[in-house]
């Protein structure tokens, strides 16, 4: 029996897929070769996850990948009508970003409550300026998105004693609906975007709803660029409707040094960066490792995406 | 029966000792009026507490106040041998700001593993310049300083999955003697300094103990500034020893313009506000009232200060 073929979309990867040496043909492709090569492939690993190649590239009726494995949580730059209607299995890297995003958002809430980036800014400036913050205790956010990344950053927020408000796509147990979302967020401090991109998740964060936030309170958004109206926020913000925000993804990226992004006032730019601490490659790499053994034994596999919904339901039994 | 005489040194005190109209004689005085004051108060409320005028005025055998109250938590700037021989009552402002000072120190610590700094330096640049940061869950800290403040720290790192060993100034239970300090501080990422300021403690921080941390690590201060040697922590940052240290507090406050401290790489300097969250002088002044009702009603006072020791023992059963 000979070995399966697995496409990697990317020349550069992780060094531990060395550990599928003699259980897997690799093959490496950049964004070019890859319509050539995807259907000579059993698996795709898209360990590019920056790239939209997968979408152009994807074959219609013809043979394809049986399983394509993307190192990220967000599905969205992969997703394309066709490969959601074929049999093709598709995962993500769910479990590698979670509690690292959550220390990165809950870094940013107790940096906005401390004024950080006033204290680094008068530091430079030499100009000493007590001025008075705020405790975070007690204070209320609401996280949108109750997959494992808003329920990790729900977590450690409530370890802080925040009181926070989940939101998800439909209301279950401790979860609010999204129905509930503007009622919420007119109420809350802080305002935190977990969400995965989907068609219905597009564009939510805009003028209407930066308006029905309170004045002293903050956007956070570290799910995907296009669930921001990027414009709408740069003008709620200016015009003071809400008090900061800080956005680690962007509508493009890499973000231009001829963006106006970078020069708003009370806005924070990373570079996607939230979810990426020391040893995240290596991670992402025996992640993937362990799940292969898993699909060459006829396991299933964990961390199947819903094509439909664009990403992978919550189990029962955790929600 | 007279009211007695209450001597507030501040001319800008709290509204909130309004409450005391008809049960006490309010006076305020300045630092200059203080010394012919003191002898005609039966309490006296230090609430300018970034002033050492006590120590100089502080009568010898003559009347003086039964009760001194500062509205602080550290008391180094009030204790001199007179005060600490007599029998007058010093109490401090335990309990108002262990919350606030935990939460700016777990922004420290969030702000140096995900490099904010080095973020908002970027963003001034325009530049997009993905890096990698550090999980803070499974690092490693030593809190210096067993009171109050430095519980409540160990306590919001602990919830962030930070392992953390607390250090007073003997071993009992869960707390670590200051033997064991620079064993814990040699294997730490971070060193936070709580400690109130003594004779014991005073220049405890220098070359030698910067030598034995990590490369890695980052030292932080919200204790007193006299605790660190100043220069020996900027030799230290600028050899390299450490990665980084944040000064909330000073050997000299304010730090004026040409102060060196303020350009350091990797140093964040900040205005003495670790603890001030919006309301504290409120919260100060209604602690106050509350105290001098109990000492009104010859009732025991909380947050009596250990005059020899320099700070509030820790109570047993909270040990």
Redesign the interface.
């Known amino acids: 029996m000979s070995e399966p073929t697995l496409l990697v979309l990317d020349t550069d990867p992780s060094p531990r897929l060395g550990r599928l040496t003699g259980r897997a043909s690799v093959r490496y492709t950049d964004e070019a070769g890859l319509a050539a090569q995807l259907p000579l492939a059993d698996v795709l690993l898209v360990w590019d996850f920056t790239s939209d190649a997968v979408r152009a590239a994807w074959p219609g009726d013809g043979p394809r990948p049986a399983w394509v494995h993307t190192a990220s949580a967000g599905v969205d730059r992969l997703l394309c009508p066709e490969l959601a209607a074929s049999d093709t299995v598709v995962t993500n890297a769910r479990g590698i970003f979670e509690?690292?995003i959550a220390?990165?958002v809950?870094?940013?809430v107790?940096?906005f409550?401390?004024d950080?980036?006033g204290?680094?800014e008068?530091?430079?400036r030499?100009?000493?300026?007590?001025?008075?913050?705020?405790?975070?205790?007690g204070s209320r956010a609401v996280v949108v998105g109750a997959g494992p990344i808003g329920r990790e950053i729900t977590r450690?927020l409530i370890?802080?004693?925040v009181q926070v408000a989940l939101v998800g796509r439909r209301a279950r147990r401790t979860i609010h609906g999204v129905a509930e979302l503007d009622r919420l967020a007119s109420m809350a401090d802080w305002v935190i975007c977990a969400a995965p991109l989907t068609e219905s998740t597009r564009g939510m964060f805009d003028a209407r709803f930066f308006g029905l936030m309170q004045p002293s309170a903050r956007f956070i958004n570290v799910g995907r660029g296009p669930l921001v109206v990027e414009d709408d926020l740069v003008a709620a913000l200016r015009k003071r409707w809400i008090a900061g925000a800080a956005l680690d993804v962007f509508e493009q990226?890499?973000?231009?040094?001829q963006?106006p992004l970078?020069?708003v006032p009370d806005l924070?730019?990373?570079?996607?960066?939230?979810g990426?601490?020391?040893?995240?490659r290596d991670r992402l790499g025996e992640q993937f490792v362990e799940m292969y053994e898993l699909w060459s034994a006829g396991e299933p596999l964990p961390n199947v995406v819903d094509k439909q919904r664009g990403y992978v339901p919550a189990r029962d039994r955790s929600e």
Do not use: F
């Not at 990226?253 to 040094?257: A, M, Y």
């Open positions: 509690r690292p220390e990165y809950t870094g940013l107790l940096a409550a401390k950080l980036p204290t680094l008068l530091q430079h030499r100009l000493w300026r007590h001025r008075e913050s705020t405790q975070v205790a450690l370890a802080l004693g990226e890499p973000l231009g040094p963006s970078w020069g924070i730019v990373s570079p996607h960066m939230s990426d601490t020391a040893g995240w």
